[in-house]
């Protein structure tokens, strides 16, 4: 059975950093997606990067430059690397495993970010 679980969130000034992470187990292929989206009280979920299972990366305009994501293979963890974090980052961060036609979600991370 495959479990995604996020980690690395907290509470951090304006102008820091934090690193999430998102370890996936129970995964029998290394082939998969994974995706960090988040979400901010009172609005929906957006995306912010993905790590193909074809190496490709993409990010959303409002992180580009400032979130890098990167992915350690022998783990199967995602890094989602965030800087120069503004108040507008705050949010819980979800992380979706996609296998095929199949998606897999963690239980997320908050991130606060105050000014």
């Known amino acids: 059975q495959v479990h995604v679980v996020e980690s690395g969130g907290g509470s951090v000034q304006a102008g820091g950093s934090l690193r999430l992470s998102c370890t996936a187990s129970g995964l029998t292929t290394d082939l998969y997606d994974m995706t960090w989206h988040r979400q901010a009280p009172g609005k929906e979920r957006e995306f912010v990067a993905r790590?193909?299972?074809?190496?490709?990366?993409s990010y959303s305009d409002s992180v580009k430059g400032r979130f890098f994501i990167s992915r350690g293979h022998v783990e199967r963890t995602t890094y989602l690397r965030m800087g120069s974090l503004e108040p507008e980052d705050t949010a819980m961060y979800y992380c979706?495993?996609?296998?095929?036609?199949?998606?897999?979600w963690g239980q997320g991370t908050q991130v606060t970010v105050s000014s």
């Open positions: 790590f193909g299972s074809d190496q490709r990366i």
């Open positions: 979706q495993l996609t296998i095929g036609n199949d998606d897999y």
